[in-house]
């Protein structure tokens, strides 16, 4: 009895060590091509731009990356690929930076500004890889509101964009990601243009 005992201890501890090792966690960073902010566009105010805490709703608060297999309809978190920071933070950083290289305010900040600064609010609705087969489509979805000094609504829409990935190595899902991230500054952007043109005009 012993002896049987010992074998099977054996063969657990042997089984044991059969096990394959975690995968490493593997942080991404939100990257933007240098190109997409490169040309100045007309500004929107001659005072300075705030762009405001960007918040975002359910998983899109975690620093997981979400994905889902079901075509959207439900979502999971990858328990080994992480974003550097949270998609909230990550689009307020690469936000005024888009903003600072197109010229649209004399300074792009975060910090509490005067109540004379304009306003820019966003919310991350969607912020995911979707796993379609042998695919993967990087998507995300951004809602803006520009608000002038006083709090009035000026400018107030989403927009979305989405791109396939090559492959599914973390490298080229963040660089994905944030080709995906630029095009929607720029729909943002462009269309905020032509919004505050006349305002600016005025000032």
Not at 174 to 184: D, L, P, Q, S
């Amino acid at each position: 009895m012993k002896a049987a005992l010992g074998l099977v201890l054996l063969s657990t501890l042997a089984g044991c060590g059969s096990v394959e090792p975690l995968p490493e966690e593997v942080f991404l960073r939100l990257n933007l091509p240098t190109s997409n902010g490169a040309s100045a566009a007309p500004r929107w105010t001659s005072g300075e731009l705030r762009v405001a805490p960007v918040k975002a709703s359910g998983l899109y608060r975690e620093r997981a990356l979400a994905f889902s297999k079901d075509g959207g309809t439900s979502l999971q978190l990858h328990r080994y690929l992480l974003w550097l920071d949270t998609p909230s933070e990550m689009v307020q950083q690469t936000l005024v930076e888009f903003l600072q290289a197109r010229g649209v305010a004399p300074q792009v900040v975060t910090t509490q500004s005067p109540a004379t600064a304009l306003e820019l609010a966003a919310t991350v609705t969607k912020y995911e890889q979707l796993i379609a087969g042998q695919a993967s489509v990087m998507q995300a979805e951004i809602a803006f509101q520009l608000r002038e000094p006083g709090g009035e609504s000026l400018f107030v829409k989403a927009y979305r964009a989405e791109e396939v990935s090559p492959d599914d190595s973390p490298a080229t899902l963040a660089t994905v990601m944030a080709r995906v991230i630029a095009n929607v500054y720029s729909q943002f952007a462009n269309d905020a243009t032509v919004v505050l043109q006349p305002a600016v005009a005025r000032e």
